[in-house]
């Protein structure tokens, strides 16, 4: 797999995300309405990924640099966005791959935790992270009321 950083709204990001929003309205009945703006994925604040094989995007995810706030984030997380593997590319490990990518990313940007939000209608997501070391943490964001929403975190090795 061929991993290249690209924009938010690369035309390859535009079409996956468009997927996993898909995804998210099939499992939940909507889309992912937290707010989103290209430019929090542009370095050093951010990162946009796209996986490609055999030339085609098939894996996607982001983080974004969050600091504290009311929603819940604290100073030095890097928020995990858009995470999306397309079906036919499924149970190859990609996701692991552009996970520990984004992760090596917002460490050496100085991030200290990788945080993110996904649902209990998606647990190969959450057995995903719990794999790669995610806990539980306290609620953050636009879903942190709603009870179908999973937090999870992880200490990011060599940020600040």
């Known amino acids: ?15 996956l995300t468009a997927q996993v929003q898909q995804e998210y309205a099939e499992r939940y009945g ?3 309405a937290t707010p989103m703006d290209p430019a929090h994925f542009d370095p050093p604040r951010g990162r946009f990924l796209i996986g490609y094989l055999d030339g085609g995007p098939v894996v996607t995810g982001g983080w974004r640099a ?9 100073d030095g997380d890097a928020e995990l966005k858009r995470m999306y593997v397309v079906p036919q590319a499924r149970g190859r ?7 520990a990518e984004l992760e090596a990313t917002a460490a050496a940007e ?3 935790r990788m945080v993110l939000e996904t649902g209990t209608l998606q647990p190969e997501a959450i057995a995903l992270y719990s794999s790669c070391g995610y806990t ?25």
């Open 30 to 32: 909507d889309g992912d």
């Open 93 to 99: 490990g990609l996701a692991r791959r552009i996970l």
């Open 1 to 15: 797999m061929e991993i290249r950083n690209t924009g938010y709204d690369h035309p390859h990001a535009a079409k």
């Open 110 to 112: 100085g991030r200290i």
């Open 66 to 74: 969050r600091e504290t706030s009311p929603e819940g984030f604290s």
């Open 136 to 160: 539980p943490i306290p609620k953050f964001g636009l879903y942190r009321e709603d009870p179908l929403s999973v937090c999870l975190g992880k200490p990011l090795v060599g940020g600040a």
